[in-house]
């Protein structure tokens, strides 16, 4: 049994939504590919044919209601693994929210938007220190939603809370433009930290959406994998944002296209299930 869950196939992070809910603050009708219902009768024939076996559906919207519905999403789901969260820690009453969600066997962490901050550095204000030293205790995985040029902050919370942590979408470098300094030396820094993962998601909306190159990603891949190493990266394809830019089908084959030729078997069942399932640590 322990084998077969080493092996299990999990895209780390994707996005289920439902436009009525009018939660989706981002999501315009402007925004025309992504300005619907995506669920996950809508996703299963590509995991299916990329031989996905689960997923982690990550909150879209900063708002309780909207981690309620994702786990009500995967109470009747045999295919998600587990549900990233939010949670608003500048309330008071954080605590009793967290504990509320911790209830659910699916419920496996929070997402803190970063990328959202007018100034990233709030998360350096006693408010959040507390909350995130508060995590550690509970050995909480955190995601965190984070732009290159927020890095700083990130590294500077880092220096002072040992939370276990995954950064989201690479940091989401310049790779349209790219440039990849000082991108390349603050992952280098927060590589450093070893409770800390990165998932190789997001990339292709980075990057030119219509005329984007497989070639425009190597170097950004393979530098987090020679950082990191194969141990704390994971795959997560970023659907259906993703959309923007490329299929589901065509952002898997783009890692598996970019990643080190040289990955053993087992490498690669780690960055494809395996290192999901220990960060999370999902049953």
Not at 173 to 180: A, G, H, V
Not at 226 to 240: A, E, L, Q
Not at 249 to 266: F, Q, R, S
């Amino acid at each position: 049994m322990i084998e077969r869950m080493k092996k299990l196939r999990i895209d780390s992070h994707q996005h289920y939504w439902k436009i009525s809910r009018n939660d989706y603050g981002w999501i315009t009708p402007e925004i025309t590919t992504l300005y619907r219902d995506f669920l996950e009768e809508d996703l299963k024939t590509h995991l299916k044919k990329n031989k996905i076996d689960k997923t982690i559906v990550v909150q879209a919207a900063p708002t309780i209601e909207e981690t309620e519905f994702i786990l009500s999403l995967s109470n009747e789901s045999e295919t998600i693994a587990g549900v990233v969260g939010w949670i608003d820690i500048e309330d008071p009453s954080y605590k009793e929210q967290l504990n509320r969600f911790r209830k659910n066997s699916k419920f496996c962490g929070i997402r803190v938007m970063i990328q959202d901050m007018q100034d990233e550095n709030k998360v350096l204000e006693p408010i959040f220190l507390e909350a995130f030293s508060y995590f550690v205790k509970l050995d909480l995985p955190v995601d965190l939603l984070v732009k290159e040029n927020q890095l700083p902050a990130v590294l500077a919370l880092l220096k002072l809370v040992p939370i276990r942590g995954v950064i989201n979408h690479i940091a989401k470098p310049r790779i349209k433009d790219e440039i990849m300094e000082p991108w390349k030396s603050q992952m280098e820094q927060i590589a450093k930290y070893p409770n800390i993962y990165c998932k190789l998601s997001g990339m292709v909306t980075e990057a030119d959406h219509t005329n984007w190159q497989k070639e425009d990603f190597v170097d950004y891949v393979q530098h987090i994998v020679s950082i990191f190493g194969v141990n704390r990266i994971m795959f997560g394809s970023d659907w259906p944002v993703c959309l923007l830019a490329a299929s589901y089908d065509e952002v898997y084959g783009l890692l598996k296209e970019t990643l080190p030729g040289k990955l053993t078997e087992d490498e690669e069942a780690k960055i494809f299930g395996g290192n999901a399932l220990e960060f999370y640590g999902l049953k």
